[in-house]
């Protein structure tokens, strides 16, 4: 009998770095220094910052880069959610709205969200581009000028079609989609060597995500960018036109501050910190707002789930999650029409499944029961094109952290009655013997006429539909003109000549997509003609 070998054991790369000598402050890695001189200072790590500090490393700039999370690896990734959720998310993975009504997933460690989101990577779709070039003069932003900063970012993170057989729960949307002759279509993901195990939202254990975490960051921190760890840029302090430096505290792992104070000047200064937080790190400074836009118009792609019992098993915890979506409910509603939304299957873990549906009680063990045999759909609603669907505002709780104030309009409401009605039919026609839509008057229905009568009559209000969003856009958005944008055309802000955005807050209405590779594209672009700007110099994307 041959002896069975084991695979051999992962490199972390986070480990080796430290091990060669990068320069890592905060958290157990020890106190920063009180006063830190740079070219470039980075507010955040996630999305935008790991290409921006990437970018400008590479065009020999010394660069800081601050994150008020912790920095995990590989080796703290054990695919359990008591764990992941406290110490890779935004409040635990509670984060919400002002009125509770929705609940928001956003990282809060080295890599942001890209490290614990679900790897899906669309291009900005065509019709989003001429939305903004009409009504926000972005006449640079054409499928054609951007196709090579997502060609490049594609490149880099070895974004590519998930060419594996989709598990069971993506396998039923598909099936779903074919039965009624909606469209369905594989969704591109951002791995190399992904080992199949469905628990991205966990943090992957072994290092395939290629997130920001295990790519553009140390690729930085290899060419002598310092990182900051569980520190938060509390405020800009602004002289005249220019930030003069960035007053920082340092944190412990819950948020609260510890007293140790860091304070960065800066040439200049990237606000990456994501929609709400880079919003809120800006108001909280008093950053010039002539024209009230700093924190409006912040999007949320709400999203409504459906759940459906087959009677074999799903498993939708098993196998890559989101790699079949479908976007006819988009395709065939013009942008500034009725809401539209876009079908994708998300993964199944117990604590975000439990949490995300309605009921209680007696009720909600019963759902869970039926756990294994489960499908879930989610809908994306596309907001932000409609004068009914102005998304929300960032505002500041008096404490100075950030808070969203998100109003569910009768317009997005409606949109998401016609979302429950469009997956309640397409997981009947897969096979379902029930459907319970996530509204907490609800019942599982049994047949799709009896769902489609009963969600008809549902009552659409805030806190009786259960909505979720792991996509904030907007909040510092860029225009043509200062009186349509908080940041030009090429992210730098209109009255603060040494401040730039680098984020999905500069997005002036939502993607209609997962918006990663959104930023990816457009970061990539405003990030080297910001080294450019900084130091004449040509710097491009390694290769992957």
Not at 364 to 378: D, E, I, S, Y
Request: charged fraction near 15%; hydrophobic fraction near 40%.
């Amino acid at each position: 009998m041959s002896e069975q070998l084991s695979p051999p054991p992962l490199r972390d790369p986070i480990v080796a770095g430290l091990a060669r000598g990068w320069q890592v402050h905060g958290g157990p890695y020890g106190v920063a220094p009180p006063v830190i001189e740079c070219d470039v200072a980075i507010v955040g790590s996630g999305a935008g910052a790991g290409i921006t500090a990437e970018l400008l490393s590479a065009a020999g700039l010394k660069v800081v880069i601050v994150e008020e999370g912790p920095l995990k690896s590989s080796r703290d990734f054990r695919q359990l959610e008591a764990v992941a959720y406290p110490t890779l998310y935004q409040e635990s993975a509670g984060r919400k709205t002002a009125d509770k009504a929705i609940n928001i997933l956003q990282g809060r460690c080295v890599g942001g969200s890209t490290t614990v989101n679900w790897t899906s990577s669309f291009r900005t779709p065509a019709s989003t581009l001429a939305y903004w070039r009409e009504h926000y003069g972005l006449h640079e932003y054409t499928d054609e000028a951007l196709s090579p900063w997502f060609l490049k970012a594609e490149q880099r993170l070895s974004i590519g079609p998930w060419l594996t057989q989709p598990n069971e729960n993506n396998q039923l949307l598909r099936k779903g989609a074919l039965k009624l002759g909606i469209a369905a279509a594989a969704i591109s993901r951002n791995v190399k060597g992904c080992w199949n195990l469905g628990s991205c939202g966990l943090g992957c254990p072994t290092n395939a995500k290629q997130s920001m975490l295990v790519t553009t960051i140390p690729a930085a921190l290899d060419r002598g960018a310092t990182l900051l760890v569980e520190t938060r840029v509390d405020r800009l302090e602004l002289n005249g036109e220019r930030v003069s430096a960035l007053l920082c505290v340092a944190v412990a792992s819950n948020g609260k501050p510890t007293g140790r104070a860091t304070r960065i000047v800066a040439r200049h200064v990237v606000v990456a910190g994501g929609a709400i937080n880079s919003p809120a790190l800006l108001l909280r400074s008093g950053a010039p707002d002539p024209n009230g836009l700093l924190g409006a118009r912040t999007f949320l792609h709400p999203v409504v789930l459906s759940a459906a019992t087959f009677d074999h098993e799903v498993a939708g915890w098993q196998g890559a999650p989101q790699t079949i979506y479908s976007d006819h409910f988009l395709d065939t509603h013009p942008v500034d029409g009725p809401i539209g939304y876009k079908l994708e299957a998300p993964p199944l873990h117990p604590l975000i499944f439990t949490t995300s549906m309605a009921g209680f009680g007696h009720a909600a063990a019963k759902t869970f029961a039926q756990f294994p045999n489960t499908h879930a759909l989610l809908a994306l609603l596309r907001d932000g094109f409609h004068p009914e669907s102005p998304g929300g505002r960032v505002k500041l709780r008096r404490d100075g952290s950030p808070e969203l104030d998100y109003p569910l309009t009768s317009f997005v409401l409606e949109g998401a009655r016609r979302a429950m009605l469009s997956m309640a039919e397409l997981q009947f026609a897969a096979g379902a013997k029930q459907v319970l839509t996530g509204h907490e008057l609800a019942t599982p229905y049994t047949s799709w006429p009896q769902a489609k009568a009963a969600i008809a009559t549902l009552p659409m209000q805030p806190l009786l539909l259960k909505v979720v969003s792991a996509h904030v856009m907007g909040g510092c958005a860029m225009a043509s003109e200062s009186s349509r944008g908080v940041v030009g055309a090429d992210g730098r802000h209109w009255q603060l000549e040494n401040l730039s955005v680098h984020d999905g807050s500069l997005f002036p209405t939502s993607i209609g997509a997962n918006p990663q590779l959104s930023i990816y594209g457009i970061v990539n672009k405003l990030a080297t003609q910001l080294a450019r700007h900084l130091t004449g110099r040509e710097v491009a994307l390694a290769s992957s």
